[in-house]
């Protein structure tokens, strides 16, 4: 029986309360630019989050290396994971596709990042309209990503949880996944772009 990763229970948590708001809001591109309170939240708990795993990542990649923020995770992260920027996450049940580290750079930050998370953090009732469920799906399913690098750099597997413990919305754009018995294998985000599939 697999251990529940570490994260993990968060990461289902923060889950929980963005499928809520599929009662309210259609998660489809044509709403992208919707905002409210909810998506605010969700983006600062879920970037927050992906702050403190891509921290303790770092320091277990490079630990003579004192990362303690976005741009000093970046060599770090993208040393060991060069495709991380590329990197997909699917949500089938919406038939979204998201990437959220797609626009990182050494020089600039995506834009749920820094125009969402950011403003958000330090002038929320400035920057209300930029809650929006874009942000919001790409800080969840930038944590989604983050914890799985985070498991399969320590422990040296793959993200393997009991099928109730699934993730609902979130997967790899090319899953690899067990789907049988009682255990959910999320396999190797990574491996559609080594692959060259689609």
Request: net charge negative; with cysteine; proline share 6%.
């Amino acid at each position: 029986m697999p251990t529940t990763p570490k994260h993990w229970n968060y990461f289902l948590a923060v889950e929980a309360e963005l499928v809520t708001c599929t009662r309210y809001v259609e998660f489809s591109e044509a709403n992208f630019a919707c905002y409210s309170n909810e998506f605010a939240k969700l983006i600062v708990l879920a970037a927050s989050e992906v702050d403190s795993i891509f921290q303790e990542l770092c320091a277990h990649l490079n630990p003579a290396v004192r990362a303690n923020k976005i741009d000093e995770y970046y060599p770090i992260l993208l040393q060991k994971y060069p495709l991380l920027t590329q990197c997909e996450v699917a949500i089938p049940r919406h038939q979204l596709v998201m990437q959220p580290w797609k626009h990182w750079t050494t020089s600039q930050r995506p834009d749920w990042w820094s125009k969402s998370y950011n403003k958000l953090k330090h002038e929320r009732s400035a920057n209300f309209s930029r809650a929006t469920l874009e942000a919001a799906l790409n800080a969840a399913s930038a944590q989604f990503l983050a914890l799985q690098l985070y498991h399969h750099a320590v422990h040296e597997e793959h993200v393997c949880v009991d099928f109730s413990m699934r993730s609902a919305l979130f997967e790899p754009k090319v899953p690899d996944t067990y789907k049988g018995g009682t255990f959910w294998n999320y396999g190797d985000p990574f491996d559609h772009l080594r692959s060259g599939g689609a």
